[in-house]
């Protein structure tokens, strides 16, 4: 069992920055593929970032692509997510997700552990 815990979200102007980060319980972090997701009031959850065990590979999304970046930190068993150039449509509340045998990150069935999500709002 993973229990995982967001924090870092808020408020912020649009042009601004945040980085929100994913603790995880556990022990065996590393064999973890990790993905942020986010789902805005009345939308669909959607695929933000993912990143493998070790940080070799990441994923984006085609919307945050050149202005978030994930990254991880095995020894404190810890992900990142590192927001920039923040727009209104950044808005939702950010989930970390977590999964062993993850063959497509994007696909949110792929991730069995999730936290309790974080809010992030972008005012204009």
């Known amino acids: 069992q993973v229990q995982l815990v967001e924090s870092g979200g808020g408020l912020v102007q649009a042009g601004g920055s945040l980085r929100l980060s994913c603790a995880a319980s556990?022990?065996?972090?590393?064999?973890?593929?990790m993905g942020w997701f986010r789902q805005a009031p009345g939308k669909e959850r959607e695929f933000v970032a993912a990143?493998?065990?070790?940080?070799?590979?990441?994923l984006y999304a085609n919307s945050v692509k050149a202005r978030f970046t994930i990254s991880r930190e095995n020894a404190k068993n810890t992900v990142y997510l590192q927001m920039s150039r923040l727009k209104p449509e950044d808005t939702a509340v950010y989930y970390c997700?977590?999964?062993?045998?993850?063959?497509?990150?994007?696909?949110?069935?792929?991730?069995?552990?999730w936290g309790q999500g974080t809010q992030v709002t972008v005012s204009s």
């Open positions: 997700a977590a999964d062993i045998d993850v063959h497509t990150p994007v696909d949110p069935l792929q991730y069995d552990y």
């Open positions: 556990a022990r065996t972090f590393i064999t973890y593929t």
């Open positions: 990143i493998n065990w070790n940080g070799g590979n990441t």
